[in-house]
């Protein structure tokens, strides 16, 4: 009797749970009947999944049971270019305030929530592999300053979702004293309410930067490896296992997983192409395609790769070893070249740094990075310099050729890093870079510095889909430069059609880019989305310069999530400008023969 009665109030209770949790998602289309062909209901993104209450009661399922029931999740290829479509004035200061504080559109990572599907992106091969079952357990470390609330759970909960629970020791966010305010009682609650047991929050008294603050992490940590995250992140389908295995094999190995994209604009996840870590002599990391000798393996494109540096956010590594290895160099402040000192200091000290390709996290790459250092200092200078005296030798020569005005700058104290240097009985930089980054030109210090670019678009231009004019219905004007159709910022306007005009002709391409005259796209700017419209060179990378142009006629712009509209119907002037998408006359676009 005892044990049907155990088992009847366990299904019950089990019934009850998955009921209870099971989320829908934060909104959903609905056909407005004899209107345009849908609009959003909204329901808020609900911050806390269960109604704010006392702590949770012992029924919960015990551990190692799933926490909740599967997430309806949506397939990936139902993120609609859409999703940032904005309604109303709350939608407007959600997107405006969310570039202007984070530079990426929080608005739709907020309409994300905090579970989605993600495509899967490894290699075909990568799915036959097969991992040990005893691997060493993890600690993940997610420091943040000022991260936006739902990048951050969505990071935490990827990570929840998709790694088995014998595996996932703890999570440990460390806030680095943020400022905003949802991140201080109303995130302490999420993680009292939601996240109980493994994942725990330790806050910093004062601002510390992320390289003291994952020494702080890594201290309150006690699994086995460390695996560090930038706080906008989303772990991929078997993320950790590809990593912890070469870790076992040899705690002196530390790996990276393959970093995919998680565009600033749409939120929308895409695959990296495999390349590996290198770094200029500016001192900036950069990526370089990965040698044919290192892909010569059996395995061909899924074997783990050599490189020479790590993008520094995404990595994992033996406990233990970090803490031998001399953890960071804690006189590093903010942001900025801990991760060639880390990289230089694991090859010359003995270790080994490998890309794991069958290991896929996404990362918001945004344009800019949205916070300073408390004084304003460039603290990637000072924290360059340190790495150039402690580890670089006469190389540092290299760099001081590219900042003359650095060499007599001062750097603190090196005497423990020295000290490491010396204790570890590390190679010279001369041997680093003869062994492991042959590629490096030493005689040509003039390369600048470069921003990580992944896929090289510049070589290939995107089919056309359609060529036309762009006649406003309301107006039956076209839509044209308002100078010539090569002049970069330009504006746009509408004014009469001419079939002869080569300047009137746009093309749309199938990365949905709208280039007029073969020359310029139509481009937004991101953070003053107030402007008009403009001609830029086009970038190929979307967002900004992504449009749809749907059935419904009008021309929807991605990162913005308004339509284009003509401004005033009886003005000769013709401007144009973007506004809320209310199917109109004036936002209706045809781009004909
Ligand atoms: O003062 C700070 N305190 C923090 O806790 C400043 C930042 N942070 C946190 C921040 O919230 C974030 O979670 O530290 C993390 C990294 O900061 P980002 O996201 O602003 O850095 P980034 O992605 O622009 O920069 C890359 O280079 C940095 C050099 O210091 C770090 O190593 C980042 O982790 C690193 N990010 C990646 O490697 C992701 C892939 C990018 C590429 C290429
Ligand atoms: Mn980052």
Same mark, same amino acid.
């Given at each position: 009797?005892?044990?049907?009665?155990?088992?009847?109030?366990?299904?019950?209770?089990?019934?009850?749970?998955?009921?209870?949790?099971?989320?829908?998602?934060?909104?959903?289309?609905?056909?407005?009947?004899?209107?345009?062909?849908?609009?959003?209901?909204?329901?808020?993104?609900?911050?806390?999944?269960?109604?704010?209450?006392?702590?949770?009661?012992?029924?919960?399922?015990?551990?190692?049971?799933?926490?909740?029931?599967?997430?309806?999740?949506?397939?990936?290829?139902?993120?609609?270019?859409?999703?940032?479509?904005?309604?109303?004035?709350?939608?407007?200061?959600?997107?405006?305030?969310?570039?202007?504080?984070?530079?990426?559109?929080?608005?739709?990572?907020?309409?994300?929530?905090?579970?989605?599907?993600?495509?899967?992106?490894?290699?075909?091969?990568?799915?036959?592999?097969?991992?040990?079952?005893?691997?060493?357990?993890?600690?993940?470390?997610? /420091?943040?300053? +000022? &991260?936006?609330?739902?990048?951050? @759970?969505? %990071?935490?909960?990827?990570?929840?979702? $998709? #790694?088995?629970?014998?595996?996932?020791?703890?999570?440990?966010?460390?806030?680095?004293?943020?400022?905003?305010?949802?991140?201080?009682?109303?995130?302490?609650?999420?993680?009292?309410?939601?996240?109980?047991?493994?994942?725990?929050?330790?806050?910093?008294?004062?601002?510390?930067?992320?390289?003291?603050?994952?020494?702080?992490?890594?201290?309150?940590?006690?699994?086995?490896?460390?695996?560090?995250?930038?706080?906008? /992140?989303?772990? +991929? &389908?078997?993320?950790?296992?590809? @990593?912890? %295995?070469?870790?076992?094999?040899?705690? $002196? #190995?530390?790996?990276?997983?393959?970093?995919?994209?998680?565009?600033?604009?749409?939120?929308?996840?895409?695959?990296?192409?495999?390349?590996?870590?290198?770094?200029?002599?500016?001192?900036?990391?950069?990526?370089?395609?990965?040698?044919?000798?290192?892909?010569?393996?059996?395995?061909?494109?899924?074997?783990?790769?050599?490189?020479?540096?790590?993008?520094?956010?995404?990595?994992?590594?033996?406990?233990?070893?970090?803490?031998?290895?001399?953890?960071?160099?804690?006189?590093?402040?903010?942001?900025?070249?801990?991760?060639?000192?880390?990289?230089?200091?694991?090859?010359?000290?003995?270790?080994?740094?490998?890309?794991?390709?069958?290991?896929?996290?996404?990362?918001?790459?945004?344009?800019?990075?949205?916070?300073?250092?408390?004084?304003?200092?460039?603290?990637?200078?000072?924290?360059?310099?340190?790495?150039?005296?402690?580890?670089?030798?006469?190389?540092?020569?290299?760099?001081?050729?590219?900042?003359?005005?650095?060499?007599?700058?001062?750097?603190?104290?090196?005497?423990?890093?020295?000290?490491?240097?010396?204790?570890?009985?590390?190679?010279?930089?001369?041997?680093?870079?003869?062994?492991?980054?042959?590629?490096?030109?030493?005689?040509?210090?003039?390369?600048?510095?470069?921003?990580?670019?992944?896929?090289?678009?510049?070589?290939?231009?995107?089919?056309?889909?359609?060529?036309?004019?762009?006649?406003?219905?309301?107006?039956?004007?076209?839509?044209?430069?308002?100078?010539?159709?090569?002049?970069?910022?330009?504006?746009?306007?509408?004014?009469?059609?001419?079939?002869?005009?080569?300047?009137?002709?746009?093309?749309?391409?199938?990365?949905?880019?709208?280039?007029?005259?073969?020359?310029?796209?139509?481009?937004?700017?991101?953070?003053?989305?107030?402007?008009?419209?403009?001609?830029?060179?086009?970038?190929?990378?979307?967002?900004?310069?992504?449009?749809?142009?749907?059935?419904?006629?009008?021309?929807?712009?991605?990162?913005?999530?308004?339509?284009?509209?003509?401004?005033?119907?009886?003005?000769?002037?013709?401007?144009?400008?973007?506004?809320?998408?209310?199917?109109?006359?004036?936002?209706?676009?045809?781009?004909?023969?």
């Amino acid at each position: 009797y005892g044990c049907l009665f155990t088992s009847v109030t366990w299904t019950l209770l089990l019934f009850l749970y998955f009921t209870l949790s099971q989320e829908s998602p934060p909104f959903k289309y609905v056909p407005v009947p004899g209107g345009q062909s849908f609009s959003f209901q909204h329901r808020f993104q609900p911050r806390f999944t269960r109604a704010p209450g006392p702590a949770p009661l012992p029924q919960d399922p015990p551990r190692e049971q799933p926490r909740r029931a599967p997430v309806p999740g949506r397939k990936a290829a139902d993120l609609s270019p859409e999703m940032g479509m904005i309604f109303n004035e709350q939608d407007q200061e959600i997107r405006d305030m969310g570039y202007h504080k984070h530079a990426f559109n929080v608005l739709i990572s907020n309409r994300l929530g905090y579970h989605r599907d993600l495509p899967d992106t490894r290699n075909e091969k990568c799915k036959e592999k097969l991992y040990p079952l005893a691997l060493p357990s993890a600690s993940v470390v997610i /420091c943040f300053f +000022n &991260e936006a609330f739902s990048a951050l @759970l969505r %990071t935490v909960h990827s990570v929840l979702d $998709r #790694t088995p629970a014998y595996l996932l020791h703890e999570i440990i966010l460390v806030d680095d004293n943020s400022e905003l305010a949802d991140l201080k009682e109303e995130l302490d609650a999420y993680v009292r309410l939601n996240l109980p047991g493994k994942v725990k929050l330790v806050r910093n008294q004062k601002r510390e930067g992320l390289i003291r603050g994952r020494v702080i992490g890594a201290s309150h940590a006690t699994g086995e490896v460390l695996v560090f995250l930038d706080s906008h /992140c989303e772990v +991929n &389908e078997l993320w950790l296992q590809p @990593l912890l %295995t070469p870790i076992k094999e040899d705690r $002196r #190995t530390v790996v990276c997983p393959v970093i995919d994209i998680i565009s600033a604009d749409t939120l929308v996840y895409s695959p990296s192409p495999i390349v590996r870590g290198g770094f200029n002599w500016g001192l900036h990391f950069k990526w370089d395609p990965v040698p044919l000798s290192e892909l010569n393996s059996p395995d061909g494109a899924i074997a783990p790769i050599r490189s020479p540096t790590m993008a520094g956010g995404l990595f994992a590594m033996d406990r233990k070893y970090f803490n031998d290895l001399g953890q960071y160099d804690s006189g590093m402040d903010i942001w900025g070249g801990e991760n060639l000192e880390i990289s230089f200091r694991i090859w010359m000290c003995g270790g080994q740094l490998l890309i794991i390709p069958c290991s896929r996290v996404g990362h918001i790459f945004r344009k800019r990075r949205p916070y300073g250092s408390p004084g304003g200092q460039d603290t990637m200078a000072h924290n360059s310099l340190r790495l150039a005296h402690v580890w670089m030798d006469e190389y540092k020569e290299q760099y001081f050729a590219l900042r003359p005005e650095l060499r007599t700058r001062s750097y603190g104290d090196i005497g423990e890093r020295l000290a490491v240097r010396k204790r570890l009985q590390c190679r010279s930089f001369r041997w680093y870079l003869d062994n492991i980054y042959p590629e490096m030109q030493v005689s040509a210090p003039h390369n600048k510095a470069q921003q990580p670019v992944f896929v090289n678009k510049g070589l290939r231009r995107p089919k056309v889909l359609q060529r036309g004019r762009l006649r406003n219905l309301q107006v039956n004007k076209c839509l044209v430069a308002q100078g010539r159709p090569s002049q970069k910022g330009g504006v746009v306007v509408v004014k009469g059609c001419d079939l002869n005009d080569p300047e009137q002709e746009w093309a749309y391409d199938e990365e949905h880019e709208l280039i007029l005259a073969g020359l310029l796209c139509l481009d937004m700017s991101e953070i003053r989305s107030s402007d008009p419209p403009r001609l830029m060179k086009c970038h190929g990378s979307g967002g900004s310069q992504q449009w749809t142009l749907g059935k419904s006629n009008r021309l929807y712009q991605v990162s913005v999530g308004q339509c284009l509209a003509v401004m005033d119907p009886l003005s000769p002037k013709g401007y144009v400008a973007m506004a809320i998408c209310d199917g109109s006359q004036s936002q209706q676009w045809q781009l004909e023969d």
